[in-house]
Every structure is written in C-alpha cells, then in structure tokens.
T-cell receptor
Framework: KAGVTQTPRYLIKTRGQQVTLSCSPI?????VSWYQQTPGQGLQFLFE???????NKGNFPGRFSGRQFSNSRSEMNVSTLELGDSALYLC?????????????FGSGTRLTVV | AQRVTQPEKLLSVFKGAPVELKCNYS??????LFWYVQYSRQRLQLLLR??SRESIKGFTADLNKGETSFHLKKPFAQEEDSAMYYC???????????FGEGTQLTVNP
C-alpha cells in the first residue's frame, strides 16, 4: 500500500511569504502529525490532528498552523516566513494511539527561505 | 516535561563488534519508548518499540525504569547498520513524540 506522501519535495521561498505543505497519510490512518527537523534543533513536534481536530500542539509561534480534511489529508501553513524556518518538514501518520502503533513518516518537504 | 537524551552524537565501530547506542529519558509518568532509524537518503522509519519486546535486524532494546534508560544493542554490527538512530518517547495514549538528538552510527569494514 502507498506510504505517507508529502508534496512538494522541495520549496524555495522568500522571507515574508507564506507556504502551504501537503501530506496524504496511509489509507486508514486517521492521525497525522507534523515535525520540523533542523541540524541545530533536531526533530521538534509541531502539531497532531485526529479526525479533523487538533489534539496536540508544540511550542511554535502562531505563524505555524495546520488543518486536516475529512479524508485525513493534512496541510501545514507557515505565514510571514523567516530565515529560521528553513528546515525539513516531516509528516507522520498513525493508525491510532502512537504508543501502540508508532508512526510512519513521509520523505519530507525541504523548505528553504531566502 | 518529557526529555530524551542521547549522549553520543557520533559512534564508530568495526564490523562484527558489539554496538550499544545509549538513550536516557526523563518523564514523570509511564512512557512508551521507540527507536527510529534513518538510513542515508531514506525516510525516518520505526526500528522497534519497547512495548512489543521484539528484535529487529538483530537489534534489541530493554527499558530500564530504574535507570530511565532504553539503550539499543546489537551483538555483531554490520556495515548496513550505518545510519542515524533516534530514541523517542511518548506518554501512554499520547499523541506526540519527543525525540533525542540522534546518534550517527558508522560501522567500518
């Protein structure tokens, strides 16, 4: 079966712009989470959605937002981009409770802010 | 607060030697612990979960609640084990993972 699909794979944006990243989870997975990966901070949790509801949010500014659709696909939006937002953004989906099933990760979207 | 510490950023061993990647955690409740692996140019993938007590690719990890550790071990390292390894924690029924900084393992021929 298809894995977690993230689009686009690469993005280059200018400071001040906004960006939308997309994630399609594994079929049947209702939990979708987003992580930011940088060399300096490692993997940091952004937010998690389950059945279109945000269940958990990490310690990121309000410029970072997300949503989940009825088909479990999720989007993440970053407004007013800053240079420090350059990172690999990973989406992960889970069948249910993470402790029981773990995550399946996508390949990520590499965002570069110039 | 949840915290995961992997004290070694880099670890280098020779093929056939035993390997241990250290992971210590801080969490007041009862955690669920994982090891994830990222091979070169591949996506992050689940290696094993403590709840399943399984051995994957010869790796095992034992949860030691007294020492709050979840070290990853393999008795005989292979070159294909070279990768970045991340230890991660979530609360029981939790919906977020807290990752350690990762350990880059290199297995030399």
């Amino acid at each position: 079966k298809a894995g977690v699909t993230q689009t686009p794979r690469y993005l280059i944006k200018t400071r001040g712009q906004q960006v939308t990243l997309s994630c399609s989870p594994i079929s049947g997975h209702r939990s979708v989470s987003w992580y930011q990966q940088t060399p300096g901070q490692g993997l940091q949790f952004l937010f998690e959605y389950f059945s279109e509801t945000q269940r958990n949010k990490g310690n990121f500014p309000g410029r970072f937002s997300g949503r989940q659709f009825s088909n479990s696909r999720s989007e993440m939006n970053v407004s007013t981009l800053e240079l420090g937002d350059s990172a690999l953004y990973l989406c992960a989906s889970s069948l249910g409770v993470i402790g029981d099933y773990g995550y399946t990760f996508g390949s990520g979207t590499r965002l570069t802010v110039v | 607060a949840q915290r995961v510490t992997q004290p070694e950023k880099l670890l280098s061993v020779f093929k056939g030697a035993p390997v241990e990647l250290k992971c210590n955690y801080s969490y007041s409740g009862s955690p669920e612990l994982f090891w994830y692996v990222q091979y070169s140019r591949q996506r992050l993938q689940l290696l094993l979960r403590h709840i399943s007590r399984e051995s994957i690719k010869g790796f095992t990890a034992d949860l030691n609640k007294g020492e709050t550790s979840f070290h990853l071990k393999k008795p005989f390292a292979q070159e294909e084990d070279s990768a970045m390894y991340y230890c991660a924690l979530t609360a029981t029924s939790g919906s977020r993972l807290t990752f350690g900084e990762g350990t880059q393992l290199t297995v030399n021929p």
